[in-house]
């Protein structure tokens, strides 16, 4: 999760059906006059070193390269049914059609540079054979082959190719712009998003205005994309942006200079004392614009605050660093978290600073089957710390933490580098947070969860414990787990009304707190 892990589950569908398109025009080519023509361009080695040394050294568990390689390569035979890979404990074969087409000495198992370099070797060979190959582009070829390798490792290991890595490291990291968003309507382009304090917003641009040119050129001979892209740019630099009212009626001319832009993941609204605080996805901005999105509440609440909602339902995760700031923000002591792995900087233990932002205030969190890794880390801190009531469905069990590579090509190889542990010593890993008031289970209706919270029939602190404690390595007791309470699809106010109730109810909020801290107590 070094990142959110954002999802992970359809980068291999698409580029599939493609590449067999590709292998149907290739069967039938002649080897011979294949070799007569020059190869597209060549597949860069220092892309498989760079991407194979992290494997070798970081990886969660201890990788054999040989057969990672191997794996690599024969994840061609997706763009060519006719390629085919053998290896021996000397030798790594390769053949076309059943006939030889080279032999590389195989270097020692741990060699990491050595099997790049024969990964390197044997795609430009096979290439002088094969069409689908000698058409594909080099992007084409390292998706391919580490895909191949990835799914030796886990789910969450992935490689992302440079133009949505790009987009990717865009989302959690922040890039050069002016800080709006804008989506096509009718032929012309609307602001749809404004973010806080980027230069847009402090220049007056409004959600809805049309941008009409971009440093003189009208938009209406651009698609989306390119709009989007030349309002991007390095940090520094000016562009100039045209807007209009939606009718047209007016325009003007604003120069912006770019700078640093962090999308805004955080929604905030305020209801009768209650403040819901909504997180999207956690990227290098979300503690900061938690906290400012807190005092703006409590300023607007001031002595009629009641409590406070942490809605983390949807959430994917992302950033572990800001997973610990936002849980910090609440836990006054404590530990947070913990991680662990096979590389020495992968143990870590995370712990709160002496400050709450609600000052005591009571606080809920809202968890669903889609909340995952980060979203993950904050409702376990708190529920385990008994600072908040969770409240909800198991969350997804994404327990591991995963370390971001950029390699020479501009692509990114996420690796699992260690596992994720709750304050109270349970593993994150697909065991997930037990919410202390389960709403996803035979309940549609929130006065019903309600009143069986007073009848003191919610919540089995000392089964719950037990449970937890044997999953990592009994089936048995991480389906039962599991089962306690399963996410499912349900009416969508359900947990914000369970929630709103806890929080009306001092003595309530009070008894369902309890469940929590029984549950840390008894494990």
């Known amino acids: 999760m070094g990142t959110s892990d954002e999802k992970l589950r359809s980068r291999r569908g698409i580029p599939g059906l493609l590449l067999s398109v590709l292998l149907i025009a290739g069967c039938t080519a002649d080897p011979t006059s294949l070799a007569a023509q020059p190869p597209g361009p060549q597949v860069g080695e220092q892309v498989f070193a760079v991407g194979y040394g992290r494997i070798a050294e970081i990886y969660l568990n201890p990788v054999d390269m040989g057969q990672i390689t191997t794996d690599g390569l024969r994840g061609l035979t997706r763009m060519d049914q006719s390629i085919s890979v053998d290896r021996s404990a000397s030798m790594v074969r390769l053949t076309s059609n059943g006939h030889p087409i080279g032999e590389f000495t195989a270097p020692p198992a741990n060699d990491a540079g050595g099997w790049a370099a024969v990964t390197a070797q044997a795609i430009e060979r096979a290439r002088l054979s094969s069409t689908p190959l000698r058409q594909a582009s080099p992007e084409d070829i390292y998706q391919t082959v580490f895909d191949a390798i990835m799914a030796d490792l886990d789910a969450y290991s992935r490689y992302t190719s440079a133009k949505r890595a790009g987009n990717e490291r865009a989302q959690r990291e922040g890039y050069g712009g002016i800080g709006i968003g804008v989506d096509e309507r009718d032929g012309k382009f609307f602001i749809t998003e404004l973010v806080g304090h980027a230069p847009a917003a402090r220049a007056g641009l409004k959600t809805g ?60 609204s305020i209801d009768n ?251």
């Open 273 to 523: 004392g209650i403040a819901v605080l909504s997180i999207e996805r956690f990227n290098a901005a979300t503690s900061l614009n938690l906290r400012e999105a807190i005092d703006v509440a409590r300023t607007q609440m001031g002595k009629k605050a009641i409590g406070f909602v942490l809605d983390l339902r949807g959430n994917p995760g992302g950033l572990l660093d800001q997973a610990v700031a936002v849980a910090d923000l609440f836990i006054p002591q404590g530990q947070i978290i913990s991680t662990a792995g096979r590389h020495p900087d992968s143990i870590q233990r995370f712990e709160a600073t002496l400050d709450d932002q609600l000052d005591g205030l009571p606080l809920i969190v809202l968890v669903d089957g889609r909340s995952a890794s980060a979203s993950e880390i904050v409702a376990a801190a708190l529920q385990d710390s008994g600072r908040a009531v969770v409240v909800g469905a198991s969350s997804f069990g994404k327990g591991s933490v995963q370390t971001v590579t950029r390699l020479p090509n501009d692509g990114e190889l996420f690796l699992t580098w260690s596992r994720i542990y709750a304050p109270s010593g349970y593993t994150l890993h697909r065991q997930g947070v037990t919410p202390t008031i389960c709403t996803s289970k035979d309940l549609s209706d929130p006065d019903a969860v309600i009143s069986q919270l007073r009848a003191g029939q919610l919540g089995m602190p000392g089964t719950l414990a037990s449970w937890r404690a044997a999953a990592p390595d009994d089936e048995s007791a991480l389906n039962q787990l599991r089962a306690s309470c399963p996410w499912k699809i349900h009416e969508a106010n359900l947990d914000l009304r369970v929630a709103r109730q806890l929080l009306a109810d001092k003595g309530l909020y009070q008894r369902a707190l309890q469940l929590s801290t029984t549950l840390l107590a008894e494990r």
């Open 209 to 268: 205005e049309a941008v009409i040119a971009i440093d003189g050129d009208l938009t209406s001979y651009m698609p989306l994309q390119e709009v989007r892209d030349r309002l991007r740019g390095p940090t520094g630099t000016l562009v100039l942006v045209t807007v209009a009212t939606e009718n047209g009626a007016q325009s003007r001319r604003v120069a912006l200079r770019r700078e640093r832009v962090i999308p805004n993941t955080v929604a905030m």
